[in-house]
């Protein structure tokens, strides 16, 4: 689409609302934070932001304290233009869809190659890194002013979701967008320390506990751990607490697939894929979720064990 149409819609608008992902990680909080400082910059309007939770680790970014919550927010409100940002499928809004199909305008940002393009306007890049590179990229198109506020936002939304510039959607493009952020003043040490070097002490025990009881299968080519809600209430560990677990298991040397199976309710599963060369965006694909070839995520409709045994049969089908 064009760029006029993205600055004419959010002109346009007088009521905006921001939507991130549930289960929000660095990416689409470090997005949502960086469009609301741009759009506050550039149109002095203010934005409402939406999420389900806040992990404390990103509680420096600018604004994200003032965000409404899923379950709390006044289920009646109308907006005028709708954004989300980093949200590769409709279902990945969770309740905040209610305020999505009541909008008269919905504007859809994000860098995931399974991303149908779902609302009336789309911006998505799957050649980049990060939503955060998309809206710097964008912000460059529309002639946005950065500032401080929206450089740390999008240094954060790309650092986290190349894993701090080391997994293989790091082009030469991030680093030349990375750098041009650093020009804001942006301290790089300062916000790997906040993203990366500041979890609590029964963060790293949970993580821990989790990587003890982990399983190895095809010659340990498929490493994989379950997460049970009454292990997170024990360890007493937030909604991010599996955050970085899939890299772990990955990274011994073995592991060609690997992945969390979570509890998150009665009956469902959530998994969180990540692989060294197989398409485990196709493996979620099949159970109604997505993402990029080598790291993905999905819902099954099934308690854990069942769940696991499911996509076991899927990973099986690939002949490991």
């Known amino acids: 689409m064009s760029c006029d149409n ?33 759009i506050k910059e550039k149109y002095k309007k203010e934005c409402d932001m939406l999420l389900d939770n806040l992990p404390a680790v990103y509680e420096f970014l600018p604004a994200i304290k003032n965000a409404k919550y899923f379950a709390t ?35 859809n940002i994000d860098h995931h190659a399974t991303n149908i393009s779902y609302a009336q ?13 998309v809206i710097v990229s964008l912000a460059q198109k529309l002639g946005w ?36 952020l650093l020009e804001y003043g ?23 506990y989790c990587l003890n009881k982990a399983v190895f299968l095809h010659d340990d080519k498929v490493a994989y751990t379950e997460v049970y809600k009454k292990d997170v209430e024990k360890f007493g560990v937030g909604p991010d607490c599996t955050e970085g677990l899939t890299e772990k298991l990955r990274a011994i040397s073995s592991t060609e697939i690997a992945f969390i199976a979570k509890e998150i309710g009665s009956g469902l599963t959530k998994f969180s894929m990540r692989s060294k060369t197989a398409d485990v965006s196709a493996i979620c694909a099949e159970f109604g979720g997505g993402g990029h070839k080598l790291a993905a995520g999905c819902v099954v409709k099934a308690p854990v064990k069942s769940a696991v045994e499911k996509v076991l049969g899927k990973i099986e089908k690939l002949g490991l």
């Open 6 to 38: 993205i600055d004419y819609i959010i002109k346009s608008a007088k009521k905006i609302l921001i939507i991130s992902h549930i289960n929000p990680d660095g990416d689409t909080l470090g997005s949502m934070s960086g469009l609301f400082s741009l």
């Open 73 to 107: 927010i006044d289920k009646s409100l109308v907006y005028d233009l709708v954004i989300t940002v980093d949200v590769a499928a409709i279902d990945r809004m969770n309740e905040a869809k209610i305020f999505f199909d009541k909008a008269a305008v919905t504007l």
């Open 121 to 133: 306007y789309n911006i998505v890049e799957p050649d980049a890194s990060s939503t955060g590179e």
């Open 145 to 180: 002013r950065l500032n401080y506020d929206s450089a740390l936002a999008l240094y954060t939304a790309i650092l986290t979701d190349t894993g701090a510039f080391k997994f293989s959607n790091t082009s030469v493009k991030t680093f030349e967008t990375a750098a041009r």
């Open 186 to 208: 942006v301290k790089p040490h300062d916000v790997y320390k906040q993203c990366f070097e500041s979890y609590p002490k029964n963060f790293f025990l949970f993580q821990n």
